[in-house]
Nanobody, 132 residues
Framework: QVQLVESGGGLVQAGESLRLSCAAS????????IHWFRQAPGQERERVSC????????YYADSVKARFTLSRDNAKNTVDLQMNSLKSEDSADYYC?????????????????????????WGKGTPVTVSS
């Protein structure tokens, strides 16, 4: 059974850190691009970060650049998102997703160009609340 399960969310104060983890089962993330999205109440879902399966390039949204770090461990089949210097505007439900991307697309456009509606698998999300 294919699954993505997020963990690590919680309530923190502004300036603190959290580490989210996404554990995959039923498939190998080595062949997949992995994305982290977030959605706050009343807002559209946005891509926070993604990692290409082939070239190791990682993308970060401007809003999280230099604060968030995505790391993937293909051996453990997990992808983590280290979130530092959290702000109240980072409060949202965080989701990981996976897509089996073509090498050509990845090379030319990068993982950030893939439409979020084209993901193959989604986790159920983990909530992050940052109090100011």
């Amino acid at each position: 059974q294919v699954q993505l399960v997020e963990s690590g969310g919680g309530l923190v104060q502004a300036g603190e850190s959290l580490r989210l983890s996404c554990a995959a089962s039923g498939f190998s993330i080595e062949q997949y691009d992995i994305h982290w999205f977030r959605q706050a109440p009343g807002q559209e879902r946005e891509r926070v970060s993604c990692s290409g399966h082939r070239d190791g390039r990682t993308y970060y949204a401007d809003s999280v650049k230099a604060r968030f770090t995505l790391s993937r461990d293909n051996a453990k089949n997990t992808v983590d998102l280290q979130m530092n210097s959290l702000k109240s505007e980072d409060s949202a439900d965080y989701y990981c997703a996976a897509v089996k991307e073509s090498d050509t697309f990845l090379f030319v456009w990068g993982c950030q160009a893939r439409d979020q509606n084209a993901m193959d698998y989604w986790g159920k999300g983990t909530p992050v609340t940052v109090s100011s």
